[in-house]
């Protein structure tokens, strides 16, 4: 009994001493961020990240640490024989904890900008290594993160986007894609709207692409489609009564190879009820210009107000709907952004080969409204031609970065959109009925827009690709190198979706 007690207590105090040195233990050890650790001068700190460069000058080891906030410069004295022993043993994209006191660079080896001679982030400090605990070992790297990774063939750094993305050129795309996003959803939701999501797996929109199309494993035959853009959900939550509604959205659009389209690409996707053509540019105008006075400084905007150049003048002035109208194209910073407007809603489509009669298909998007002195046009059907939608479309450096309109919100005005393009009444009903009904069942005035996500961030960052801001890319021929997508499915997954393929990809 007083033996069982005794033992007892035992384990109580090891088990509280072991406790103890824990915390003390995680006390020390406590991570601090690279960018930090000038707060940390003559103290030891403990650090997490990565080995980005290692340089051996024989007795002394320089390491180059990065985390995501930043690099440092260690050194490894020989007199420290255990970090020593392992800063001779690891390499570069190794994981490590290292350990150590923060100096002061003496004056000459602080690091410096050559051009510019301004100091770098923590080239006047570096960290004299007590100890390094390897983490995770890496092989070789397949290239050089160290560059902005120009010289390597995007193939091979789609392939290997995990260490690719490692790079600051990358990082640094993706971390001001995040705070472009962000920015977007604080601003909208303090002007009252949410955000909801809406299907993937749907009944495609007619945004005038093809789609993408998924095979349904219940119901052999069936097919859901991937939504080119959410503008029928989006018009459905306005006959909902949401009034404010966005969403950061992926969109799919089986389009032809191009080397700067994506079959994925995100939109800022808005809708607002009871409102003109002028609330929904003024918004989104005002957006734009926080965006860039907030998150790109350096930046400046040609002309507040933006102009707004009709369509018809764009084409005679500059032969093209996304005229680029910057005073000088050498400046990397200038933004001139432009609204363009008074679309031609209809335009004629190539001859039937059969018939020789062509007939008519939208300009942009089958849901907008004509511009309201062209309604009774519209509803007469009469020259089809001349009818102007109200569809704006934001432009920036002769990039379309952004487009929308106010949509027809009677039934009687969107039918007669599909009756000018031909579709048979029957195809009407069962293609758009749903939307139809939506429109006689108290739809309120409303109307939209969708920003080109990818778009905008690549010109902010003065990037030529969308691919550098998209995490994941996929090349232009819609391949993900890296997972290997597309890419076969079994036999049995062929089986249970009822679907035989004919001719085989070789
Ligand atoms: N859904 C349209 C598009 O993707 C944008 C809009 O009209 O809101 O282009």
């Not at 734009?288 to 400084?297: D, G, M, R, S, Y």
């Amino acid at each position: 009994m007083y033996l069982a007690q005794i033992y007892r207590c035992t384990i109580v105090i090891q088990y509280t001493i072991r406790q103890i040195l824990t915390i003390k233990k995680y006390n020390i050890m406590k991570r601090t961020y690279i960018k930090d650790l000038n707060n940390f001068i003559g103290k030891e700190i403990s650090i997490s990240g990565w080995v980005d460069i290692r340089r051996d000058h024989g007795k002394l080891i320089f390491i180059d640490f990065r985390d995501m906030s930043g690099k440092i410069q260690a050194v490894a004295l020989p007199s420290n024989k255990e970090a020593h022993e392992v800063a001779n043993r690891i390499r570069t994209e190794w994981v490590v904890r290292a350990t150590g006191i923060v100096n002061k660079r003496p004056e000459k080896m602080i690091s410096k900008n050559k051009e510019t001679g301004v100091i770098e982030p923590n080239g006047d400090i570096e960290i004299e290594l007590k100890n390094i605990d390897v983490l995770n070992e890496a092989v070789t790297p397949p290239f050089d993160i160290r560059s902005d990774g120009k010289e390597v063939g995007e193939e091979t750094r789609l392939k290997y986007r995990y260490i690719d993305l490692r790079r600051h050129r990358s990082q640094k795309n993706i971390r001001s894609r995040h705070r472009i996003v962000k920015h977007v959803r604080d601003m909208l939701d303090e002007n009252g709207f949410i955000e909801i999501e809406t299907p993937i797996l749907t009944k495609s929109t007619p945004e005038g692409a093809r789609d993408y199309v998924v095979p349904s494993r219940i119901e052999n035959g069936l097919f859901y489609a991937l939504p080119q853009s959410p503008q029928q959900y989006k018009q459905l939550l306005m006959v909902a009564g949401f009034e404010k509604y966005f969403q950061i959205a992926r969109c799919f659009r089986d389009e032809d190879t191009r080397s700067d389209r994506q079959p994925e690409f995100t939109q800022m996707d808005l809708e607002m009820s009871f409102v003109d053509r002028e609330d929904v540019m003024a918004l989104n105008e005002k957006m734009l210009i926080e965006i860039v006075t907030k998150q790109f400084p350096e930046k400046k905007i040609q002309a507040i107000p933006f102009p707004r150049i009709t369509y018809k003048d764009s084409m005679d002035k500059y032969k093209t709907d996304r005229p680029d109208i910057r005073n000088d194209k050498n400046d990397p910073d200038l933004l001139a952004f432009c609204w363009v407007i008074d679309f031609p809603f209809f335009e004629k489509t190539d001859e039937d080969p059969l018939t020789g009669r062509s007939g008519w298909t939208f300009t942009h998007n089958p849901f907008s409204a004509p511009k309201p002195e062209f309604m009774s046009s519209l509803m007469k059907q009469e020259n089809i031609g001349d009818i102007l939608t109200t569809q704006y479309d934001v432009v920036l450096n002769g990039f379309e970065i952004g487009g929308g309109s106010i949509r027809n919100h009677t039934p009687a005005a969107l039918q007669k959109v599909f009756e000018i393009m031909g579709y048979p009444k029957e195809q009407i009903e069962k293609n758009f009925g749903h939307m139809l009904h939506a429109l006689g069942s108290g739809a309120p005035p409303h109307g939209g827009i969708a920003w080109g996500i990818d778009r905008l961030v690549t010109l902010m960052n003065n990037e030529s690709s969308i691919r550098e801001v998209i995490a994941f890319a996929k090349t232009g021929e819609g391949k993900d190198l890296m997972m290997d997508a597309p890419s076969e499915i079994s036999e049995k997954q062929f089986r249970e979706l009822g679907i035989e393929i004919k001719k085989k990809h070789k």
